[in-house]
Nanobody, 124 residues
């Protein structure tokens, strides 16, 4: 079993920055991919960024490319999402997720474990 706990959400003005953290526990993560997704009210959950725990390859959605950066700390079993130049349209609940797939996937259905989510609100 895997437990994921997100933190770091909050209210920020447009143009500001936030860093989300996802602390993972329960199993070793050397074979997992970790992803961040977000869901705004009335919208589908969408892929934001992912990192392969082994090798560290990263991927991000076009909507956040150049603004959001995903990273990991193996010693702390923690994944981060650094969010810069935030826009009101980034407002959503952000979820951390883990997938046992060895190859990158942006499909939410492929992720086996999910955190409870953390709210990010960007004011204009």
């Amino acid at each position: 079993q895997v437990q994921l706990v997100e933190s770091g959400g909050g209210l920020v003005q447009a143009g500001g920055s936030l860093r989300l953290s996802c602390a993972a526990s329960g199993r070793t993560f050397s074979r997992y991919g970790m992803g961040w997704f977000r869901q705004a009210p009335g919208k589908e959950r969408e892929f934001v960024a992912a990192i392969m725990w082994s090798g560290g390859s990263t991927y991000s959605a076009d909507s956040v490319k150049g603004r959001f950066f995903i990273s990991r700390d193996g010693a702390r079993n923690t994944v981060y999402l650094q969010m810069n130049s935030l826009k009101p349209e980034d407002t959503a609940v952000y979820f951390c997720a883990a997938t046992a797939r060895s190859a990158f996937t942006a499909q939410a259905i492929a992720y086996n474990y999910w955190g409870q989510g953390t709210q990010v609100t960007v004011s204009s």
